[in-house]
């Protein structure tokens, strides 16, 4: 995998408790992967693609850089970057990858990816 940005987060994502992910390009492209049938990963591609009609951070730099939905049997966070990047994770509640849903988040704020 040459793709700095997915090899990174294929990395991080193997972490026990994540459910599924995706990350959306500013070209719009969007790769996801489910470790879990309940939640697959076409859902999060169709969570991202939504975010296109909503998006503010991009123009604001006082919005929210994430934002995080808890639901019963775990939370879904979606991390936006002003070039464009999305991310997106489902985890599950009783795991360490809520726990570092916030370091994930921010290192992905702040890496260099390849466009």
Same mark, same amino acid.
């Given at each position: 995998?040459?793709? %700095?940005? =997915?090899?990174?987060?294929?990395?991080?994502?193997?972490?026990?408790?994540? /459910?599924?992910?995706?990350?959306?390009?500013?070209?719009?492209?969007?790769?996801? $992967?489910?470790?879990?049938?309940?939640?697959?990963?076409?859902?999060?591609?169709?969570?991202?693609?939504?975010?296109?009609?909503?998006?503010?951070v991009?123009?604001?730099?006082?919005?929210? $850089?994430?934002?995080t939905?808890?639901?019963? $049997?775990?939370?879904?966070?979606?991390?936006?970057? %002003?070039d464009?990047?999305?991310?997106? =994770?489902?985890?599950?509640?009783?795991?360490?990858?809520v726990?570092?849903?916030?370091? /994930?988040s $921010?290192?992905? =704020?702040?890496?260099?990816?390849?466009?």
């Amino acid at each position: 995998m040459n793709d %700095p940005a =997915l090899q990174w987060l294929t990395e991080r994502a193997s972490q026990p408790g994540t /459910l599924a992910w995706a990350v959306r390009r500013p070209d719009g492209n969007i790769v996801s $992967q489910s470790a879990d049938e309940k939640y697959p990963a076409a859902n999060l591609e169709k969570i991202l693609a939504k975010f296109d009609e909503l998006s503010t951070v991009a123009a604001d730099q006082t919005a929210p $850089q994430w934002s995080t939905w808890a639901f019963e $049997q775990g939370r879904i966070r979606l991390v936006e970057r %002003p070039d464009g990047w999305r991310l997106a =994770l489902v985890v599950h509640n009783d795991s360490a990858a809520v726990s570092g849903l916030d370091s /994930l988040s $921010q290192e992905f =704020l702040t890496m260099s990816l390849e466009v």
